[in-house]
């Protein structure tokens, strides 16, 4: 009963697109999962129902069993719907602010908070008194 009841993974892979060598299918499961389905967008299109999904899903595999690399397949894809297809962005000149953004806003933060800490710490002596303020001052006191 309790097999029934606990979670199993909803993989959206129909058994007509399965291919029947275990070695490519495993591949095209592998690269499917690191394609972004186009409509439901935070899933992949191995995780998708969607028919945009399926597609990409035969197309992956026809990729695959016409010889196609791993990184043949993806570059294939990515031609066609660009960078965001992938679930985790390359590196490249493009996604190097991406990437270096957190690093750079918090490097900057640390060192403001840390000149802010440094300008705090430093005992100030007063400023002098002007005679001006210090005749009003002692005008004030003789005043009592």
Do not use: H
Not at 19 to 26: C, I, Q, S
Not at 93 to 120: F, K
Not at 132 to 137: G, L
């Amino acid at each position: 009963m309790l097999i029934f009841l606990t979670p199993l993974p909803a993989l959206a892979v129909n058994p007509d697109e399965i291919l029947a060598d275990p070695r490519l299918e495993e591949r095209a499961r592998g690269l499917s999962a690191q394609l972004r389905c186009m409509v439901c967008q935070n899933q992949s299109i191995d995780d998708s129902n969607a028919e945009l999904a399926r597609d990409l899903r035969i197309l992956v595999r026809e990729r695959l069993t016409d010889g196609d690399t791993d990184e043949q397949v993806i570059d294939y894809v990515v031609s066609r719907y660009g960078e965001f297809v992938l679930l985790k962005p390359r590196f490249s000149a493009r996604t190097l602010l991406l990437w270096g953004a957190p690093a750079a806003l918090l490097l900057i933060g640390g060192l403001i908070l840390l000149l802010m800490a440094r300008g705090r710490l430093q005992a100030r002596a007063p400023a002098a008194l002007t005679p001006e303020e210090q005749a009003r001052i002692n005008e004030l006191l003789d005043k009592r």
